[in-house]
């Protein structure tokens, strides 16, 4: 991997000059180095895998869902739509099977990586990588009931690896902070990473991106293989996979419900995305709609009263409260805001009582 560094510039002069002297070289100037374990992270859910699919593979929520789908259907991975990273015994069988084939057993550290639930983590159903799963189908070992496209095979690798990396020891790397120098301009500092990938579990994720081209052990000039100066907004944009884990973080989306609910914004023309950089971008539409609803209706669709409506749902689903209940309290709330054209009958109401969920 090669290091690469985004610098931020307000003034369209300022970045092209800055661009202008940096492509004639700069000073590379090692400032602390330390040893840092990289600890492998859990197989994928849902979200995690929506995210670097789309940082990745550059492939939409939509299409990314699409792909897993019919991965699943032909029995090459677990099922897709999950919050669960648990690895049964099965899986942990999977693994060693495929390290002990690449003897890498030395290598295998098993986890479960948390309790049972209705699913697991997304993960190989097979101890086949990439390649050996093109080989088998090419051969006709594994009868498929589609052609599967590159577009395929690529999600595959990724959820490989991710998985085959999640049952592996942790490896250690000198991280090196560095301050990069250019005349007359300003100091910009990154870490940059250097050590051993082939045969740890970097060779099959990377949690960290690793330049072992680069001399950082003393100050030295360098001239960047290329340097581009692009416009971007001012305000943050996420991309597809971003957005998922901001869904996720705030407690506002489910599994079935991640990608959906970007396609319909993009259905109804609400946001586009960017060519280049896949960014989601809100329209005049989009923007006109959030206004208004905002506006008038800020307390039905906040974030905070979204994740409460999943979790009263949740609650429904472990049997705590009965489903009429949070119905009637959406109804009643609902004709509050003039938004149902009747009232409700006191008949619906369960024993002419009010049922709030609270």
């Known amino acids: 991997d090669i290091t690469s560094i985004t610098i931020p510039f307000e003034d369209k002069n300022e970045a092209k000059n ?34 670097d699919a789309s940082r990745y593979l550059n492939l939409s929520a939509e299409e990314t869902m699409r792909l897993a789908q019919d991965l699943f259907e032909m029995g090459l991975i677990t099922y897709h739509r999950t919050d669960s990273t648990y690895v049964s015994n099965i899986g942990i069988e999977i693994a060693t099977e495929y390290l002990n084939k690449r003897k890498l057993v030395s290598q295998l550290a098993p986890r479960h990586w948390g309790e049972p639930g209705a699913h697991e983590a997304i993960r190989p159903t097979k101890p086949l990588d990439v390649e050996e799963l093109r080989r088998a189908v090419a051969i006709g070992e594994i009868p498929l009931t589609k052609r599967l496209t590159e577009k395929h095979y690529k999600l595959y690798k990724l959820i490989f690896g991710r998985f085959i990396a999640s049952q592996m020891k942790p490896t250690r790397l000198v991280a090196v902070r560095v301050s990069l ?28 991106k690793v330049d072992n081209k680069l001399d950082i052990s003393t100050p030295t000039r360098i001239k960047p293989l290329q340097v581009t ?91 705590e409260v009965e489903p009429e209940h949070l119905i009637l ?11 149902l054209p009747i009232e409700i009958p006191s008949s619906l109401l369960l024993n002419d009582e009010k049922h709030v969920v609270v």
Do not use: C, W
């Open 329 to 339: 309290e959406l109804l009643e709330e609902l004709t509050s805001y003039q938004l």
């Open 181 to 208: 120098r250019v005349t007359g301009t300003k100091e910009v500092e990154t870490t940059v990473y250097v050590g051993k990938t082939k045969d740890t579990l970097l060779d099959f994720y990377p949690i960290v």
């Open 229 to 319: 100066v692009y416009r971007a907004s001012l305000t943050r944009l996420y991309t597809a996979g971003e957005i998922v884990a901001k869904m996720k973080s705030e407690g506002i989306g489910r599994p079935s419900t991640y990608a959906r609910t970007i396609g319909v914004l993009r259905r109804h023309g609400y946001i586009i995305e960017s060519k280049r950089r896949k960014y989601l971008v809100p329209t005049k539409l989009g923007i006109n709609v959030y206004t208004y609803l905002t506006t008038y209706y800020n307390e039905l669709v906040s974030v905070q009263r979204t994740r409460q409506l999943y979790e009263k749902m949740e609650r429904i689903e472990k049997g």
């Open 18 to 51: 800055f661009a202008e002297k940096v492509a004639k070289g700069a000073i590379l100037i090692p400032i602390a180095r330390n040893i840092e374990e990289i600890k492998p992270l859990p197989p994928y859910t849902t979200d995690t895998l929506l995210y």
